[in-house]
């Protein structure tokens, strides 16, 4: 049974105007935009439909987005606890997604005197809020005082709860994604664990979600600590959701190294996340794809820069990887372009037969096509064994 009170803040959150339509929705927390919460004690969301919620608000007091919306709960002797939501109610989102939350200035903790101590910080997606049989999907970031550090947990699938990173030592900043493939019936946790770097966020879990039904779908971020010695705070950076892009594999919105890397690590897989051209089978037809219709570019593009051009040969020559003794050492940056793990003759090859050499952007050399002949692919290759053995004769003299 769901109690009076719930009762009441899913009633105020479903009467509050759906989200937009949208291939994607940002929120900035910058205290700019037009829309205020359905309690109105916060205004300035960029997006409508925000509710804020307080088990306590002589605690809590207003809040004020200033670039962050700023969470914190402290608990309380005995049993006593105190929790913040942030609720985006009602969405109107019925496809794929990818879901982001960017944390900053983060401490949680849960000190040993004595009783129940728990804190927790929860980033949840619910698929009908009106519903508590429905599936959701979350990751919670959790501190006890029966564990000597957090753990992170994901919530959902068909799978039920699993955990993961326990004796994680938190940073200061970080992020949760939610992934949900609809076609594929998969949804995957991902986590960064500092947002101003450049390594992308790594995958935690994936779990099968079958059997959901289109309801009141919505977001929540809630914390809570219970007993005197827990704690969390955290202040949000940056909220979005977004469509999926095919072949984005990070989820970072750029084609780039990152996509060819995990493409490769799961060639010769039925991996269905590669799986591009639904075959079962996860094999060099799904790179041309990659290639030509998403990254728009060909074989042989080293610093993928839309072009195969003498400067991508200069710089895989230069990383002296081709036809060496060492199995499994080459990147699609050093010449793995069939993504075996190496560079030889084969990747050059497929790269000349692919027709791109010095033909500019793929999306011109598309209007004339101009394959290369066997013959120039044979000149070409002819040319670069020729440059290399003379190299390889003159640093020999140099050496002796």
Request: net charge negative.
């Amino acid at each position: 049974m769901i109690k009076p009170a719930l009762c009441l803040v899913i009633s105020l959150i479903l009467a509050v105007p759906s989200s937009a339509v949208a291939d994607a929705l940002v929120e900035t927390f910058d205290g700019n935009g037009e829309f205020n919460d359905v309690t109105n004690r916060t205004n300035g969301f960029d997006l409508s439909g925000w509710s804020v919620f307080s088990s306590d608000w002589d605690v809590t007091g207003d809040k004020t987005l200033d670039g962050v919306f700023t969470f914190a709960a402290t608990g309380k002797p005995g049993f006593g606890g105190h929790s913040e939501t942030l609720i985006l109610g009602d969405l109107q989102w019925d496809g794929s997604f990818v879901q982001r939350v960017e944390v900053r200035d983060f401490s949680i903790a849960a000190t040993d005197e004595g009783g129940r101590e728990e804190a927790r910080l929860l980033f949840e997606f619910s698929f009908d809020l009106a519903d508590p049989r429905q599936k959701s999907l979350a990751m919670c970031l959790c501190a006890t005082n029966s564990i000597s550090l957090p753990n992170i947990s994901v919530i959902g699938g068909d799978e039920g709860i699993e955990g993961f990173l326990r004796g994680w030592t938190p940073t200061d900043n970080f992020s949760f994604e939610i992934i949900y493939h609809k076609q594929l019936s998969l949804a995957e946790f991902r986590y960064d664990d500092d947002i101003d770097d450049t390594i992308p966020s790594v995958e935690l879990n994936l779990d099968k979600l079958e059997n959901i039904n289109i309801g009141h779908r919505s977001v929540k971020l809630f914390v809570n600590a219970l007993g005197s010695g827990a704690s969390v705070s955290a202040a949000l950076d940056h909220f979005s959701m977004r469509s999926l892009v095919p072949g984005d594999f990070n989820y970072d919105e750029v084609f780039d190294f990152h996509d060819l890397a995990i493409l490769a690590d799961d060639i010769g897989t039925n991996e269905p996340r590669r799986d591009l051209n639904k075959d079962s089978v996860v094999d060099l037809l799904d790179t041309d794809i990659w290639l030509h219709d998403m990254a728009m570019t060909y074989y042989g593009d080293a610093n993928l820069d839309g072009e195969f051009n003498t400067s991508d040969l200069v710089r895989v020559f230069n990383a002296a990887e081709y036809e060496d003794a060492v199995d499994d050492n080459s990147t699609w940056e050093t010449g793995d372009w069939n993504l075996d793990g190496d560079f030889t003759t084969s990747d050059l090859v497929l790269a000349f037969k692919d027709g791109g050499f010095e033909k500019g952007p793929r999306v011109a050399a598309a209007i004339v096509p101009e394959p290369t002949t066997p013959s120039s692919i044979a000149l070409m290759l002819s040319a670069l064994f020729l440059t290399r053995s003379r190299r390889s004769r003159r640093l020999s003299r140099d050496g002796s």
